[in-house]
């Protein structure tokens, strides 16, 4: 048999990422994402005196037109503040409280869901209760009031989203602790000795890792949709530039006939989400391949 | 059957209460007192004796577990007492506000869902070919745009620049209809792009199913293996999808009722926390309890409608 | 001598893969007469049911394609038919016998329902005709109670019950040719014998010709007429089954036939073929079955074996029989 050397010898996440790189709109996107992180990360420093031309009233210098000023290459706004300097620190925000609410929920969700799933009887009753609690309230109610009674900062929303987010997470992740209880390397490890915490995190978390991964990014997607609402509420970070921030802001400039706000702030959202959505689904596709349209169970068996 | 319903309507009682609970710790327990009270009170009658006065009225001098259990208490039997900023009956409040909410709700929301199922079907019927692409493409986008965006953008050019819609407003009875086009329209806008993306996934999956192969070697045309085989074997998990939505189509729907000015419950909820509002928090939290349990459970007696494998035990 | 019923010329079927181009059907050709039984067998994935599926263009495409070839029915060629003129030979002219008769039917359909709709295509009955028919179908494919079963729903059936649903809408509108992929593969060996004597009568019946798909040669002995091997999407050998049985030509037939266990002789050893199938993306230059072939010389590695005559009605693609393997 000839041996078809590209394939032979890749480890399955090999695979994928081999599946990934020849996925051009994947691709790009990804290069996109990796550009707003970068720049989430420069919005959080100073440079080029960024933070002052995002937060320094100028009122002399109100609703400059975007593309007329060197100085203010989208404008400025209702106080004369840099719009693009505004969307670049929004940037910041945004991103960093979606990873942090997804840094957080993930241990919520994978812990919940490894007891209830692995340990089964009452610590899988009493999760079990929880998740359905969780679920039966609207998430965004438990935010809005948590954000009210403990203030409006970073971490609050942050966690806020985490609190209300882990359940479908751990779902999933107890669906498959549940299936791999039976599995043989599971029973295997069981019989060489090995403890339930070293069977979970060495065992069933890694074969669960690419579902986290593409559901972090989609929820990802998620907060900062979600961060739109809470602003608009008026509930969203406090005194900063966040893409919410600045479209709740724009509402008001809207009926004069100012734009630079609502444009800067949902054209870099869009941009981020797009390419962010459309990088989900290649990574999900490349991870799975299973899932992706292709018709190969057809004809078979 | 019956006794079936009237079991599942008894997981009403431990979900309430829970869901009593983690606003009981939220405000209660974490808010603390004080906070609570001075943010219930309006601006010039914050004064020590109001204080009192409140503190008394609502029990909140009595241990936590007491008042917790009066929370429960009053949410078990329909007992709200007097919204604090409305000066109303609670419950006549809620009577008011659900319907309209229900009247925006409920036309959007089963019009975007048999408007994604068609654009899914046609989808996966030309799968892999250029309308199926563009259907993908503009789904990506309508989940990539801001609801608010969206909303502004609506109201700003269809409504205030083109005259098409009223700008915003409400008035009762069939007249509503009037102020209810352009929002619903909205709510097509804003959910349309997910829903067409999953129920493409759903019926993608199923179609590469061997009964699929089996109806098309029996000579079944095509549009009717997607509408007489497929699509039912999908409505399992589209119901599923569908149905469980339905009870947060309530809060989804607070961003358009602020905006256009509609009195349905997200406003009144959103008022609510923003108030301290205690009464009617409740009494919306028990609402939006009661609505998701009654449609987890129609979710069940449906499936067992549609999947004569499923029985109900 | 009559026009054949089927004929497959040359039929080449692939299908695109991430791995490369999978050639699944590489230049088949047979011909089935009227009332014939034809036997395809081989290992699993040299391409039988691709080979069943091209003929009545069941096949994804994409990924799958026709990359050459002819498919002749009643002198008709298929390749060339529309969407719409296939449809109507399907289930009325040619009819399939899956082998999952698990996932075959539609779960959320009942019995009669679903052979209700192959005569609501294909015939002119009226709704209480229909019905009538169907107890009728389901009667003759040996499913007691008849009336009372066209109202269950497929998971209330066992596999063998499923599968002579299965049969039943397939001979419901008196197909010319039948197609059946490996008909008893998923069912208990008990079952098999039922279900295959019960595919047989069925076929005598109406009177249609018959693809059968196994991969057990012992069904082919028992059922067909003639015999068609396969091999990584060739066909190795053809003849009329008691020629094949007699005097296997091809190694791989003869490895096939020993792997077969003998019924009362428990001695003799049961002989598997060595090696693995070829991956269909990237074949051998020669014949494909030249590494497992213990007779294999350098010219079997070198050049495709043609199928050459061995006696009259008996085919075979080897050197061995067209100048030696040297
Ligand atoms: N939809 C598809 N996409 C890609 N490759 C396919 C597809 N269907 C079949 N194949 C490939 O075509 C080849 C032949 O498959 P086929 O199903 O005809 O085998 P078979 O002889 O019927 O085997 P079995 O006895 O297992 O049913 C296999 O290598 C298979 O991987
Ligand atoms: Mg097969």
Redesign the interface.
Same mark, same amino acid.
């Given at each position: 048999m000839v041996a078809d050397n590209k394939t032979v010898g890749a480890s399955p996440f090999q695979l994928s990422m081999r599946r990934l790189r020849r996925d051009k709109l994947g691709m790009a996107s990804f290069v996109i994402v990796l550009l707003f992180t970068l720049t989430a990360v420069i919005g959080n420093f100073n440079v080029f005196g960024l933070h002052d031309a995002a937060n320094s009233y100028n009122l002399e210098n109100r609703y400059v037109k975007a593309l007329s000023s060197w100085s203010h290459p989208l404008g400025t706004d209702n106080f004369g503040r840099d719009v693009l300097a505004r969307a670049v620190m929004s940037t910041r925000i945004s991103l960093f409280l979606g990873a942090a609410a997804g840094l957080f929920m993930l241990p919520i969700a994978i812990l919940a869901g490894a007891l209830s799933g692995y340990y089964g009887r009452w610590a899988d009753s009493i999760i079990l209760?929880?998740m359905?609690?969780?679920?039966?309230?609207?998430g965004?109610?438990?935010i809005?009031?948590?954000v009210?009674?403990?203030g409006r900062t970073f971490f609050i929303i942050a966690l806020a989203f985490a609190i209300t987010g882990w359940v479908g997470l751990a779902r999933v992740v107890r669906g498959s602790f549940i299936q791999s209880r039976e599995y043989e390397y599971v029973l295997a490890a069981r019989c060489l000795g090995a403890g339930s915490f070293r069977i979970i995190f060495r065992h069933i978390l890694p074969n669960l890792s690419h579902f986290i991964i593409v559901r972090f990014v989609l929820n990802f997607?998620a907060i900062i949709?979600s961060e739109?609402?809470l602003?608009?509420?008026?509930l969203s970070v406090l005194g900063v530039p966040s893409? &919410?921030n600045m479209?709740?802001e724009?509402?008001q400039e809207?009926?004069a006939g100012h734009w630079q706000n609502?444009i800067a702030a949902?054209l870099f959202?869009?941009t981020f989400?797009?390419a962010l959505?459309?990088f989900g689904d290649s990574l999900r596709d490349a991870l799975d391949p299973k899932?992706k349209?292709s018709?190969r169970?057809? &004809?078979h068996k | 059957m019956l006794s079936y319903i009237i079991r599942r309507m008894l997981h009403v009682v431990?979900?309430v209460l829970?869901?009593a609970?983690?606003?009981f710790i939220? %405000?209660n327990v974490?808010?603390g007192q004080e906070?609570y009270i001075y943010n219930m009170l309006p601006q010039k009658s914050r004064t020590p004796e109001q204080f009192e006065l409140i503190r008394e009225r609502y029990g909140l001098d009595k241990p936590l577990i007491v008042q917790y259990l009066e929370m429960v208490k009053s949410m078990l039997t329909f007992d709200f007492g007097r919204s604090e900023t409305r000066k109303l009956p609670v419950n006549l409040l809620i009577k008011r506000h659900v319907p309209v909410s229900a009247a925006l709700t409920f036309p959007a929301f089963t019009l975007e869902i048999f408007t994604a199922l068609g654009l899914a079907a046609l989808a996966v019927s030309r799968?892999?070919q250029r309308l199926d692409k563009l259907l993908t493409l503009l789904s990506?986008?309508g989940?990539?745009?801001?609801?608010?965006?969206l909303i502004?953008l609506g109201q700003?050019f269809l409504a205030?620049r083109l005259g098409l819609f009223p700008i915003s407003g409400w008035e009762r009875g069939i007249g509503a209809v009037r102020y209810l086009l352009l929002p619903w329209l909205l709510w097509v806008l804003v959910t349309i792009g997910y829903d067409v993306r999953f129920f493409r996934?759903v019926l993608?999956e199923e179609i590469?199913?061997?009964?699929v =192969?089996?109806?098309?070697?029996?000579?079944?045309?095509?549009r009717d293996i997607m509408f007489?085989?497929v699509m039912?074997?999908a409505l399992i998990p589209i119901l599923t999808y569908v149905v469980i939505q339905i009870?947060?189509l309530?809060?989804g729907t607070?961003?358009l009722e =602020?905006f256009f000015g509609i009195p349905g419950i997200g406003d009144l909820?959103?008022n609510a926390?923003?108030s301290y509002d205690f009464p009617v928090?409740k009494a919306?939290?028990l609402v939006?309890?009661l609505f %998701?349990?009654a449609f987890t459970l129609l979710t069940d007696i449906l499936y067992a409608l549609?999947?004569?494998?499923v029985r109900l035990r | 001598m009559k026009q054949p019923l089927l004929e497959v010329k040359n039929l080449q079927t692939s299908f695109r893969t991430e791995e490369g181009l999978v050639r699944a059907v590489d230049g088949v050709s047979f011909s089935l007469r009227q009332g014939e039984v034809l036997g395809l067998a081989g290992e699993s994935g040299c391409g039988k049911s691709v080979t069943a599926y091209s003929i009545?263009r #069941?096949l994804?495409m994409?990924p799958g394609q026709f990359d050459g070839g002819e498919i002749l029915y009643k002198g008709r060629d298929i390749l060339g038919l529309k /969407?719409e003129e296939m449809?109507?030979?399907?289930?009325?002219e040619i009819? *399939?016998v899956?082998q /999952?008769p698990m996932?075959? #039917?539609?779960? *959320?359909?009942?019995v009669s329902a679903q052979i209700e /709709?192959?005569l609501a295509?294909?015939t002119s009955l009226g709704k209480a005709e229909r019905k009538e028919r169907v107890v009728h179908l389901l009667a003759r494919v040996g499913i007691p109670d008849p009336a009372q079963r066209a109202l269950c729903?497929p998971?209330e059936l066992s596999g063998g019950m499923r599968q002579r649903v299965?049969i039943a809408?397939a001979v419901s509108c008196d197909p010319s040719l039948l197609i059946a992929d490996e008909p008893t593969t998923a069912l208990d060996v008990t079952i098999q014998a039922q279900i295959l004597k019960l595919i047989q009568d069925m076929k005598n019946e109406t009177g249609s010709a018959m693809l059968l798909i196994t991969h057990d040669l012992a069904v082919i002995a028992e059922t067909a007429d003639r015999a068609a091997i396969m091999y990584a999407g060739k066909l190795v050998e053809t003849a009329a089954v008691k020629n094949l049985f007699a005097e296997p030509a091809h190694p791989y037939t003869r490895g096939l036939l020993n792997s077969i266990p003998v019924l009362g002789s428990p001695g003799r050893k049961l002989k598997s073929i060595p090696g693995r199938v070829p991956n269909l993306i990237d074949l051998p230059g020669g014949c494909a079955f030249a590494n497992r072939c213990e007779l294999a010389g350098s010219r079997c590695r070198n050049e495709m074996p043609r199928m050459v005559n061995k006696d009259e009605g008996h085919q075979v693609r080897c050197h061995l029989h067209d100048g030696g393997v040297k």
């Open positions: 209760y929880v359905s609690v969780i679920v039966a309230i609207p965004l109610l438990i809005m009031s948590l009210q009674v403990l997607a949709k739109v609402l602003a608009f509420l008026g893409w &919410g479209i709740d724009s509402k809207l009926t609502l949902s959202m869009f989400l797009a959505n459309i899932l349209n018709s169970k057809a &004809g | 431990p979900i829970g869901a609970l983690v606003f939220i %405000f974490i808010g906070k799968r892999g990506v986008v989940m990539s745009i801001s609801m608010l965006v502004m700003q205030y996934t993608l590469h199913k061997d009964y =192969r089996t109806a098309k070697a029996k000579g079944v045309r095509s007489r085989h039912r074997n009870p947060f309530l809060t607070l961003l =602020r909820m959103v926390i923003s928090l919306a939290v939006f309890t %998701f349990i549609v999947d004569p494998r | 009545s #069941l994804p994409p /969407e449809r109507r030979i399907r289930g009325r009819a *399939v899956f /999952e996932s075959a #039917l539609n779960p *959320v359909a009942s /709709e192959a295509i294909h729903y998971h299965m809408m």
